[in-house]
């Protein structure tokens, strides 16, 4: 794959650092597509240092289309796992282990301005924000 290639295919994610401030969000993602399955593979190699091999994705149920309940990643079954009391602004991903993250995703509407600003709020260590906060706070309105 040329270097071109790979960054439109690599998942645009940012991550607190190790030891930060807790807060609502652990980072933030800001997916390509409407299509979690198909986001998947990028999203799950991305946090792969911080959760290990990622066994369970939560979401919003009205912030992504209809997906399939489980994708298959390699040798192992991913369960896509959507609920309504869910902010419908973040993603929680679960590695095999139980370790969790929880992300912040950014409408892939936004404009890049926009979303690199709120993807670098998720990511700052001292922020308590909510997810609606930094999106709001970033220009970054919901426009799902």
Request: aromatic share 4%.
């Amino acid at each position: 794959m040329t270097a071109a290639r790979d960054r439109e295919t690599e998942a645009r994610v940012t991550m607190k650092r190790a030891g930060a401030e807790r807060g609502h969000v652990d980072g933030g993602w800001w997916p390509r597509s409407g299509d979690l399955a198909a986001e998947l593979p990028a999203l799950a190699a991305a946090l792969e240092s911080r959760v290990g091999p990622v066994a369970r994705v939560t979401y919003h149920l009205d912030a992504w289309g209809t997906t399939a309940r489980k994708v298959r990643l390699g040798d192992r079954t991913v369960r896509l796992e959507g609920f309504r009391a869910t902010d419908p602004d973040t993603v929680t991903v679960l590695g095999t282990d139980s370790r969790r993250v929880s992300l912040l995703v950014v409408p892939r509407e936004v404009p890049g301005g926009a979303a690199r600003a709120a993807l670098r709020s998720a990511a700052d260590g001292d922020s308590v924000a909510t997810a609606a906060e930094i999106l709001s706070g970033n220009g970054a309105t919901e426009l799902r």
